[in-house]
């Protein structure tokens, strides 16, 4: 039952904007109608899926869902309302951050700097075998442990503590091999790396932002002493 009803949520959450605005997507291709609810074909990006044929049979297969939900008055049901609220808001505050982060694009000066100051990553790059047999290569590697890394012998063994907590690895140096990347090779790479890392910072800058400017008050067991 409630593998059901979260399905039935996630449908609604996602479809019932569908049903709602068929006639602001009439002038929109159409590619199919569900007992008269008009599905365009820009509709089909949210499935997911290969193809566009197939596209269509999941968005098809979800309208009707959808269509089910809405007869049986499960838009109305308290668990459902507040899960399609839920997910309104998460949808809306990463359209905010994404307004915030466009135009923010990783400059020329950005990518140059980041390729110099990482020269294990990329002019001095190896591809690191390890006792368990696995390729490395360096981009693999956690940026604070690559310096250690690259100063081991082969037969050496060091430990390193993963990011974030864990058990500690255990590695051994098998086989080093040289694979440097020019600037231009680590250019895609870094531009991916700085828009995700600037990405981050700028939705951090902007939740202090708004914070600054906000009048949060926490209430019951949540209430803050001045």
């Known amino acids: 039952m409630k593998k059901t009803l979260k399905l039935l949520v996630l449908c609604l959450a996602a479809a019932l904007p569908g049903c709602e605005r068929a ?5 929109a291709q ?30 098809i297969e979800r309208e009707l869902l959808v269509q089910q939900a809405l007869r049986a008055g499960l838009d109305r049901d308290p668990a459902v309302k507040e899960s399609i609220d839920t997910s309104r808001r998460q949808i809306l505050a990463q359209a905010w951050l994404d307004k915030v982060a466009a135009g923010k694009a990783v400059s020329r000066e950005e990518v140059r700097a980041f390729y110099a100051g990482n020269p294990a990553l990329f002019a001095e ?9 696995r390729l490395l290569p360096a981009e693999r590697v956690p940026l604070a442990h690559l310096p250690r890394l690259a100063r081991m012998s082969v037969g050496e063994s060091t430990v390193f503590d993963p990011p974030g907590g864990g058990d500690a690895l255990e590695v051994q140096m098998m086989q080093a091999e040289e694979a440097p990347l020019t600037e231009t090779q680590a250019t895609p790479l870094i531009e991916q790396f700085l828009a995700g890392r600037k990405r981050l910072e700028l939705a951090a800058a902007e939740v202090r932002r708004l914070r600054e400017v906000a009048t949060i008050e926490y209430a019951g067991e949540f209430k803050r002493s001045n």
Request: hydrophobic share 45%; no cysteine.
């Open 125 to 133: 790059r190896r591809v690191y075998r390890v006792r368990e047999t």
């Open 23 to 27: 006639a602001a997507e009439r002038g």
């Open 30 to 59: 159409l590619a199919a109608k569900v007992n008269g609810a008009e599905i365009s074909v820009r509709q089909l990006r949210s499935a997911g899926a290969a193809g566009a044929s197939q596209a269509l049979e999941k968005v």
